[in-house]
Every structure is written in C-alpha cells, then in structure tokens.
C-alpha cells in the first residue's frame, strides 16, 4: 500500500536495508529488528511516499487497492482484478 509518508508514524526501532531497484533508485526495506516482520519500504525516486505490506493492517478488509504494479511478475496463480489499472513493472508515475 502507498500511503503519503506525512500519514505515517512509525515508534520503535527498525532496520533498514538498502537495495537498488529496477529503475536505479533506492528502496530501503525497514524491518523489525527483533521479530523481522516487515514494516515498510521507502523509494528515492518517490520520497513522499512510504509503502506499507497490507498484511500488516489489524482488518485488511479497509484496504482497496488501486492499481497493480509489477503485474509481469504475478504467479499463474495471482489472478489480477481486471477493473483495476494494471502496470507490467513500475508505471512512470506514482500517484500521491
């Protein structure tokens, strides 16, 4: 999920992996430092914008998603919602 970063407070500790993405910016991966549950990700090249894993929601049933990125990477499996815009990799451009 891609929420505005100023929406987010995150307390705690975290540890912060860095990692070069597709499009040669960098996404840091922030984890729990005791469990390693996954917390969030940043991207350089969105940097008002800070993804968080659905999984992560209390009720995931509040979330909706918008569009589908990475949709060449799905497993057969994954069958995407045809009604939502769908981006092979990254689109060009982020909604915020």
Request: charged content about 15%.
């Amino acid at each position: 999920m891609a929420v505005p970063k100023a929406a987010v407070s995150v307390t705690g500790e975290v540890k912060v992996f860095d990692a070069p993405a597709d499009s040669g910016n960098i996404v840091g991966r922030a984890f729990c430092p005791n469990c390693g549950c996954a917390v969030y990700s940043v991207n350089s090249g969105l940097p008002d914008l800070i993804f968080l894993p659905a999984s992560s929601l209390d009720d995931p049933e509040i979330f909706a998603p918008s569009m589908v990125v990475y949709a060449g990477r799905a497993p057969s499996w994954d069958h995407v919602d045809p009604d939502l815009p769908s981006f092979e990799t990254m689109p060009p451009e982020m909604p915020v």
